[in-house]
């Protein structure tokens, strides 16, 4: 489960962290990571497209291709890494300044993104890597770099942000600092773990200057590009919500960012879980096992919403205790009840929603996701507006957005499946 989780978690611990500097800086390590992933989402979304056709190819035992598409896969990533360095040098203060508000803020997340923009580079050949082991089922390591880098990001966070062992306090910049660092190690780790193994290198091709064919390149990119957009427009949501939240006050803000730490936490095995579900309908795709699919989703699903009932339930025993890791201001933590009571029945729906949307994605028929994502989005973020900022609603009728949200991916997403099933037209 944790092979999805690195992200999700690296994020919640940096705000737990400025749970300790102040209500500011939880606001704007919301807004900084949102704008750091609404960039890295699109990359996300390659992917996820380079691991259903890894998973594809490992179906069809073409273990040789695996290899290739790999390479082409971390070479792309390689290329995209440096144009969005570039990118956030030249561009991004101004971006932050035209939609950013608060001046106290926008100063923060500059801060922030001082040393977070190299993570550019370190999350996106972490994410390839990624897609290669899920692609041929392989999670055991990532679980593992995972761990580990979640462990280094928090004993980087208090050395760099309080100023411990010899190193000057940092703030919010020792967060953007700690991230990276643990990123860049975790990397370190899995390649060195991946050129050693000598079936990676023997049966996969793995670290060869093979490429594959023009043919398997534009395939991969034609089922990546609907994803890379659908990843982006998914994360834009969330950080167009922060930016609506925003304009309601720093108070509402920093509620809003400890509500999401939180709904992070719930979602963590949940996001996992999905992206299984990817490799899983590509790779019966490939063996020609159409007919297992809805049997399957049915059993993965009753493993979502159990997990996601333990797990919400785990979650309101002991929230006073997991809130007070996300801040020490008690008038703070008393205004977050009320949302993250909303978010917890929310996450039942995401549990069911989220399988099915990402059974969608894994059977090739990205364009499909995208259409999905867009449509469910766009209600979204309407609705999200006009109980925000036209009603003037409490922030706890404003999350109730999330019900809309999932009610209709789920939907159309069942739909999806159903009709394509029942006229064989699973193909890639």
Same mark, same amino acid.
């Given at each position: ?30 807004? $900084?990571?949102?704008? /750091? ?7 996300? =979304?390659?992917? !996820?497209? @380079?691991?259903?056709? &890894? +998973? ?106 309080? $100023?411990?062992?010899? /190193? ?7 967060? =953007?600092?700690? !991230?990276? @660092?643990?990123?860049? &190690? +975790? ?242």
């Amino acid at each position: 489960m944790l092979s999805g989780a690195g992200q999700t978690i690296n994020s919640v611990m940096d705000t737990a962290f400025m749970g300790r500097i102040g209500e500011v800086e939880i606001g704007a390590s919301a807004i $900084g990571t949102m704008y /750091f992933f609404t960039i890295t989402m699109a990359v996300m =979304g390659f992917c !996820t497209g @380079l691991q259903i056709i &890894i +998973a594809r190819a490992h179906g069809e035992k073409n273990y040789a291709q695996v290899g290739a598409i790999t390479s082409f896969g971390l070479l792309a990533l390689l290329l995209a890494g440096i144009v969005c360095f570039g990118a956030n040098i030249i561009f991004g203060k101004y971006l932050l300044r035209f939609i950013v508000q608060s001046d106290n803020v926008y100063e923060a997340v500059q801060q922030f993104f001082n040393y977070r923009v190299y993570g550019y580079f370190t999350l996106f050949l972490l994410l390839g890597f990624r897609a290669f082991f899920l692609g041929i089922g392989n999670t055991r390591i990532i679980g593992i770099v995972t761990g580990i880098s979640a462990l280094l990001n928090f004993v980087f966070n208090y050395v760099f942000v309080f $100023g411990k062992f010899g /190193f000057a306090p940092m703030g919010i910049s020792g967060s =953007g600092l700690a !991230t990276t @660092l643990a990123e860049l &190690i +975790a990397v370190a780790i899995i390649v060195v773990y991946s050129f050693n193994n000598n079936e990676f290198r023997t049966r996969f091709n793995l670290f060869t200057t093979t490429l594959p064919t023009k043919e398997v390149m534009w395939q991969t990119t034609l089922t990546a590009m609907p994803l890379m957009l659908q990843f982006f427009i998914s994360m834009f949501s969330w950080f167009l919500f922060f930016i609506i939240i925003e304009q309601t006050g720093e108070h509402n803000l920093a509620i809003a960012n400890l509500t999401r730490s939180v709904y992070m936490v719930t979602m963590v095995a949940l996001i996992a879980m999905g992206s299984v579900t990817s490799t899983i309908v590509s790779n019966l795709i490939g063996q020609n096992k159409r007919e297992e699919i809805l049997p399957t989703l049915q059993k993965i699903v009753g493993l979502s919403l159990l997990c996601s009932v333990v797990i919400c339930t785990v979650v309101l025993l002991f929230l006073p205790q997991l809130l007070s890791l996300f801040s020490t201001s008690q008038v703070l933590l008393n205004d977050t009840y009320n949302s993250i009571y909303i978010i917890l029945i929310a996450t039942l729906f995401f549990a069911v929603a989220f399988v099915y949307m990402s059974a969608v994605s894994g059977t090739g028929d990205t364009k499909a996701s995208l259409a999905i994502e867009v449509f469910t989005l766009v209600i979204y973020l309407l609705f999200t507006y006009v109980l925000a900022i036209y009603l003037r609603q409490p922030l706890e009728i404003v999350w109730c957005n999330e019900f809309v949200y999932f009610i209709l991916m789920g939907a159309v997403s069942y739909w999806y499946l159903l009709r394509k099933l029942k006229t064989k037209l699973l193909t890639v």
